[in-house]
């Protein structure tokens, strides 16, 4: 039995995914596969190199710092988000808090990386093996939120957050072996898109990323489709949800340190539901 892990990320809402990881770091859940998007890409980074609470610091403390995020970044930058910052000055060897690149490398599961092409609005699938030792442009290529981020290159091509493309990359999993596949949202489970939400900032691409805006147009209809499948897929058994209840009034980039820990201890809670799964 082979069984997968996604985390659908949600920048500072990721803090659910890395209870989640966490607890099941904590119980020895070892999942033989694991996808991410944007901020779950980093979740499952961490969760690969075994580190148990590495994300939590990011989320509750690191954030803090006004080279993670703000304004003066998106004025002497570009961008909104400091990602190479996050990932690169934080986690190389030397940084603050570095990613075990050794024991990832090590490990013969394989993860994977959504992120997407800005070029062509497509979805694209990094591997563990388009990293090294502090070189971690995939995670930032995922991670990288359209308009109040500057496209984010990697061998020259232009990408943006993975979640415009492929927000619930189930599908990713079973593709890759996988027989059961455990989904963590950061949304309740019962939450679907509204698309005029997505209609500002994609009329905002349109001119330079017309594909990339298309894709954003459509983020509502993908989301929602793809949860729905999940849910289904839930009643048959071959999937688990898990999601918070509720998360008050945080959103992607709710600067609130007290909504964040409480959504990281409510994915600790509710990773529980995994162990009947697995």
């Not at 024991?103 to 990094?126: E, S």
Request: glycine fraction near 8%; aromatic fraction near 12%; hydrophobic fraction near 35%.
């Amino acid at each position: 039995m082979k069984i997968g892990v996604v985390d659908v990320g949600g920048g500072l809402r990721g803090s659910f995914g890395a209870g989640v990881l966490d607890y099941c770091m904590e119980q020895g859940i070892r999942f033989d596969f694991g996808i991410g998007v944007s901020a779950g890409a980093a979740n499952i980074s961490s969760y690969m190199a075994n580190q148990r609470g590495r994300n939590f610091v990011f989320y509750t403390e690191y954030f803090q710092r006004e080279q993670y995020m703000g304004v003066k970044n998106l004025i002497h930058t570009g961008s909104y988000i400091g990602l190479d910052y996050i990932y690169s000055s934080l986690s190389d060897h030397e940084g603050d808090y570095p990613l075990d690149w050794k024991t990832i490398r090590n490990d013969p599961r394989d993860m994977m990386i959504v992120a997407t092409d800005a070029n062509t609005g497509l979805p694209h699938y990094f591997h563990k093996y388009d990293m090294r030792q502090d070189s971690y442009d995939p995670i930032k290529a995922s991670c990288c939120v359209p308009v109040i981020n500057r496209p984010y290159k990697v061998n020259g091509i232009p990408y943006f957050d993975g979640g415009l493309s492929d927000p619930v990359p189930y599908e990713k999993a079973f593709e890759a072996g996988c027989d059961k596949v455990v989904v963590i949202l950061t949304r309740p489970e019962d939450y679907r898109r509204i698309p005029k939400n997505d209609k500002i900032i994609a009329d905002l691409l349109h001119p330079h990323y017309p594909n990339a805006s298309l894709a954003m147009r459509n983020r509502s209809v993908v989301y929602n489709q793809q949860l729905d499948e999940c849910e289904y897929l839930q009643i048959q058994g071959k999937v688990c949800i898990v999601a918070p209840d509720s998360i008050g009034k945080m959103k992607t980039l709710t600067k609130d340190k007290d909504s964040i820990e409480a959504l990281y201890y409510k994915g600790y809670e509710e990773a529980k539901s995994i162990l009947n799964f697995v």
